[in-house]
Antibody, heavy 123, light 111 residues
Framework: EVQLVQSGAEVKQPGESLRISCEGS????????IAWVRQMPGKGLEWMGIIYPDDSETRYSPAFQGQVTISVDKSISTAYLQWSSLTASDTAMYYC????????????????WGRGTLVTVSS | QSALTQPASVSGSPGQSITISCTGTSSDVGGFNFVSWYQQHPGKAPKLMIYDVSYRPSGVSDRFSGSKSGNTASLTISGLQTEDEADYYCSSYARSSTLWLFGGGTKLTVL
């Protein structure tokens, strides 16, 4: 089954570092950009950034630039989202999502989503 | 850049039709045919329902349709069913450093 499998829920303390993952399966991982989307409790979706697995080209939303790092290991079809120092305001559900692509053309929508990773930051 | 503007809530009865609006600017919704719509049930991941303003992915019911006029896109759901009750988000490409914008979401209640 074509899917994005995200790592499990995390509970962290303020100031700790964290890396969560998103593994693509049953499709050519390197052909599709992978985005990260934040959803704070009871709130809407926010695009954080996106990475192209084949060459690691990365774009960040200005709101998240410098706050998080997006990376990829194409050898294991996995994208990552990491924080060096978490704060309580990072408490949210984080989704990875695949950008639409077909026959060499990329699209401006997300056609496949992971189930989300809940990150809770609390002292 | 601000999020796209959606009504916080809409409601309808089974069998009726509803429309959810999504208002942006000429730098996003109005300037490009790259509007998409996502359905999110409580505790679930978003699901693509409409892309490029009016196209439905395979497997999405034809009760869902999309359109655009000027800086406002719309999602129409006809023949409302109880399983349509969910949050709906619009999204658009944005000609800015924020490549993707999302709307604030609309909660659909099927009475």
């Amino acid at each position: 089954e074509v899917q994005l499998v995200q790592s499990g829920a995390e509970v962290k303390q303020p100031g700790e570092s964290l890396r969560i993952s998103c593994e693509g399966s049953e499709y050519r991982f390197t052909n599709y950009w992978i985005a990260w989307v934040r959803q704070m409790p009871g709130k809407g979706l926010e695009w954080m950034g996106i990475i192209y697995p084949d060459d690691s080209e990365t774009r960040y939303s200005p709101a998240f630039q410098g706050q998080v790092t997006i990376s990829v290991d194409k050898s294991i079809s996995t994208a990552y989202l990491q924080w060096s120092s978490l704060t309580a305001s990072d408490t949210a559900m984080y989704y990875c999502a695949r950008r639409g692509y077909t026959f060499g053309e990329v699209y401006w929508y997300f056609d496949l989503w992971g189930r989300g990773t809940l990150v809770t930051v609390s002292s | 850049q601000s999020a796209l503007t959606q009504p916080a809530s809409v409601s309808g009865s089974p069998g009726q039709s509803i429309t959810i609006s999504c208002t942006g600017t000429s730098s996003d919704v109005g300037g490009f045919n790259f509007v998409s719509w996502y359905q999110q049930h409580p505790g679930k991941a978003p699901k693509l329902m409409i892309y490029d303003v009016s196209y439905r992915p395979s497997g999405v019911s034809d009760r869902f349709s999309g359109s655009k006029s000027g800086n406002t896109a719309s999602l129409t759901i006809s023949g409302l069913q109880t399983e349509d009750e969910a949050d709906y988000y619009c999204s658009s490409y944005a000609r800015s450093s924020t490549l993707w914008l999302f709307g604030g979401g609309t909660k659909l209640t099927v009475l």
